[in-house]
């Protein structure tokens, strides 16, 4: 049951993404729904850019350390907003990459918010933070993010937002460092 819901989910958010940037205009209706960015690794999951300029929507949390986050004042870093659950067999798969990423790029301008979707909380969060080592800032969702970026059609669910806090990229499923890296690497501040 869980699955084929998210399975709908994942078929409604692709196409909502699809024709988000979307606009009046004849050749962007030429164009069609944005096509995926060119592979780098057939094990990852494909990365969607934005068909148009913007601004990732806005929001303030309490992180799992009790800091406040709000995403505006990570504007001039990029920020890697990753949707994901501890029950989540493909979110087990990218934690270690994730967290390789963050700790070669977070002093070079990259952050990343692990948003946990997990209705048991910190009873299962914390441990598998522990487990995977994860030192990325972490937020158990009360709503406030899948309200503004939701809902999932699955997850993980991935946006990358750049410098200039506009929305990038876009992908549902375990993204390798060997498709991230390069796309980070190319949005970084110089």
Do not use: A, F
């Given at each position: 049951m869980k699955k084929s819901f998210y399975f709908f989910e994942l078929l409604l958010l692709i196409t909502a993404f699809l024709f988000w940037?979307?606009?009046?205009?004849?050749?962007?209706?030429?164009?069609?729904?944005?096509?995926?960015?060119?592979?780098l690794d057939s094990g990852s999951a494909q990365l969607y850019p934005a068909q148009r300029e913007a601004k990732a929507r806005d929001f303030e949390v309490t992180l799992l350390s009790d800091e406040a986050f709000k995403l505006s004042d990570y504007?001039?870093?990029?920020?890697?907003?990753?949707?994901w659950a501890t029950w989540c067999a493909p979110c087990r798969e990218e934690t270690p990459d994730l967290q390789e990423l963050y700790?070669?790029?977070?002093?070079?301008?990259?952050?990343?918010?692990g948003v946990s979707i997990d209705e048991q909380g910190e009873s299962v969060v914390r441990p598998f933070i522990e487990k995977y080592e994860v030192s990325y800032p972490i937020v158990i969702d009360d709503g406030t993010i899948m309200d503004k970026y939701g809902p999932t059609m699955g997850i993980p669910t991935t946006y990358v937002i750049n410098k200039k806090g506009n929305l990038e990229y876009f992908a549902v499923g375990a993204?390798?460092?060997?498709?991230?890296?390069?796309?980070?690497?190319?949005?970084?501040?110089?």
């Open positions: 940037g979307c606009e009046s205009d004849n050749q962007s209706q030429k164009e069609g729904p944005t096509k995926p960015l060119e592979q504007e001039g870093q990029v920020v890697l907003l990753n949707i700790e070669k790029y977070k002093d070079k301008g990259l952050m990343i918010l993204l390798t460092n060997k498709e991230l890296e390069p796309r980070i690497k190319d949005l970084l501040p110089e």
